[in-house]
């Protein structure tokens, strides 16, 4: 089982419609969650920090379930300059690196 | 965003030549990491530096060295370039430690024939 487990899409919506993508982890010790975004054939950019009381930017909330072992990213009136794949990004204890997942492709379609 | 720079960008190399990538970073920060992203597998650490000439393995070194005898640059090499080492290579930086967020590089595009 991977540590970080994203559906890798594609999720294809119209502009306008809200989205949500979850991602699971496997280690219950993991402290630190974040979403980044990556453009197509561009480095991954950091979109948000996910804190354990969820937290909002804009049109974007990242939501933490430690019982569940899962983060979720829900996109509200979906934009075309929202299209990407989204990576969802964990930090374990003792672990000395940050453990990303393969990502989940968004199209949003005109 | 933040000043990293890769170089090469682009490069195609052959079977068993030695190259070297280099990161360069106008930050100032302390940490610095290689990555390679692969079709399937996220982004995987390769090495990363915790301070000048402080370097440690990621989940993937083998093949891989580093160093570091700068702040600003970081250097990986593969000293005999392998097919399997075809990938997308990403630096990344980041300001207090490893488990905060990372700032990433343009990347270099490397192909092995």
């Known amino acids: 089982r991977k540590e970080v487990e994203q559906d890798p899409g594609p999720f294809n919506v119209p502009e306008g419609a809200t989205v949500a993508f979850n991602c699971t982890y496997s280690?219950?010790?993991?402290?630190?969650f974040f979403w980044y975004r990556q453009d197509c054939r561009k480095e991954p950019k950091l979109l948000m920090s996910v804190y354990s009381s969820g937290n909002e930017d804009g049109r974007f909330t990242a939501q933490l379930n430690r019982a569940s072992q899962y983060i979720s990213l829900l996109i509200r009136d979906s934009k075309l300059s929202d299209s990407a794949t989204y990576l969802c990004?964990?930090?374990?204890?003792?672990?000395?690196?940050?453990?990303f997942g393969s990502g989940t492709r968004l199209q949003v379609q005109p | 965003d933040a000043g990293i720079t890769q170089s090469p960008r682009h490069k195609v190399t052959e079977t068993g030549t030695p190259v070297t990538l280099r990161c360069h970073q106008t930050?100032?920060?302390?940490?610095m990491y290689w990555y390679r992203q692969d079709p399937g597998h996220g982004l995987r650490l390769i090495h990363y530096?915790?301070?000048?000439?402080?370097?440690d393995k990621g989940e993937v070194s083998d093949g891989y060295s580093v160093s570091r005898s700068k702040t600003e640059d970081f250097l990986l090499t593969l000293e005999s370039a392998t097919s399997s080492q075809t990938s997308v290579y990403f630096c990344a930086i980041s300001e207090r430690d490893q488990y905060n967020e990372q700032f990433f590089g343009p990347g270099t595009r490397l192909t092995v024939l």
């Open positions: 930050e100032n920060h302390r940490y």
């Open positions: 280690n219950s010790a993991s402290q630190s």
């Open positions: 530096s915790y301070g000048v000439k402080d370097t």
């Open positions: 990004v964990v930090r374990d204890t003792g672990r000395r690196a940050l453990t």
